[in-house]
T-cell receptor
């Protein structure tokens, strides 16, 4: 089973509107972290937001917020007031059981296109 | 400025010619890792290091070597590159293996012909 599932192949949103990018995850560890990264066409990976499994509140960072539904194992990214510069690939990732390795397991990504 | 740097950013080489991709971070991070990104497969971990002289295999280590002689540097070595190692490579670091988001380098686009 996939650890991180991002099923939306591509998303379109009108500038200034909000958009939700879906992510579901699978883990049996009680302690884990969820991340969202943005990859613009230039290729770099930009950290956006982090949610810990024990965090009581949903994480927010500026226009980014994470809709964390632990029972449903979902960690959707919400981008408010979309901008043209938000057009990029977005990856959801998970770090679980940080014992020997802190690797991130990534989903396959979602392409977001913001229309003017 | 806190950052992870990689060199080179772009490299075209031929099968069998040994190469090294350097990675350096200036944040005094303990944990460093290499990933490769391929279309439709997302990012997969190649090797990681929890501290100086402590390295271990990730999910796709075949054909790669690493070393961690200094805390700031974590080079990726391809002893005999093959075309299936054509990929986009990322180095990443975090404060430790337990905490902190992973900061990524700018990526190295490698083509092996």
């Amino acid at each position: 089973a996939q650890k991180i599932t991002q099923t939306q192949p591509g998303m379109f949103v009108q500038e200034k509107e909000a958009v939700t990018l879906d992510c579901t995850y699978d883990t049996s560890d009680p302690s884990y972290g969820l991340f969202w990264y943005k990859q613009p066409s230039s290729g770099e990976m930009i950290f956006l937001i982090y949610q810990g499994s024990y965090d009581q509140q949903n994480a927010t960072e500026g226009r980014y917020s994470l809709n964390f539904q632990k029972a449903r194992k979902s960690a959707n990214l919400v981008i408010s007031a979309s901008q043209l510069g938000d057009s990029a690939m977005y990856f959801c990732a998970m770090r679980e059981n940080p014992g020997a390795n802190s690797k991130l397991t990534f989903g396959k990504g979602i392409t977001l296109s913001v229309r003017p | 400025e806190a950052q992870v740097t990689q060199n080179p950013r772009y490299l075209i080489t031929v099968t069998g010619k040994k190469l090294t991709v350097t990675c350096s971070q200036n944040m005094n991070h303990e944990y460093m890792s290499w990933y490769r990104q391929d279309p439709g497969l997302g990012l997969r971990q190649i090797y990681y290091s929890m501290n100086v002289e402590v390295t271990d295999k990730g999910d796709v280590p075949e054909g790669y070597k690493v070393s961690r002689k200094e805390k700031r540097n974590f080079p990726l070595i391809l002893e005999s590159p093959s075309p299936n190692q054509t990929s986009l490579y990322f180095c990443a670091s975090s404060l430790s293996h337990r905490v902190g988001e992973q900061y990524f380098g700018p990526g190295t686009r490698l083509t092996v012909t």
